[in-house]
């Protein structure tokens, strides 16, 4: 069975960090793309990074600079690091694997998804 599974959500207070994991089983995923999605409350799920299989990767504007994606193939596993984290952050995060992914924020281009981890920034 292949899935993902994120781990890492919680509370925090606004300009604090976290670091967000997401372990895949089933399948190698160093040659995918990894991404991370979030939805907050009332929101539709928006992208936030990804990570090609080549290492190259990128960033919604919105955490550019705060956010950083990593992965370790060996482990299976793509990491998000989040520094100063914003009340704006509070969101439900999502990690997203893909074979073939040509438009990160495109949600379709993935093909496996994880359930989901609550993060919550308090103001």
Known sequence: QVQLVEHGGGLVQAGTSLRLSCAGSGRTFSGYAMGWFRQ????????????????LTSYADSVKGRFTISRDNAQNTVYLQMNSLKAEDTAVYYCAAGAHVYSPWRRNDYDVWGQGTQVTVSS
Not at 41 to 52: C, H, Q, T, Y
């Open 40 to 55: 907050g409350p009332g929101k539709e799920r928006e992208f936030v990074a990804i990570s090609r299989s080549t290492g």
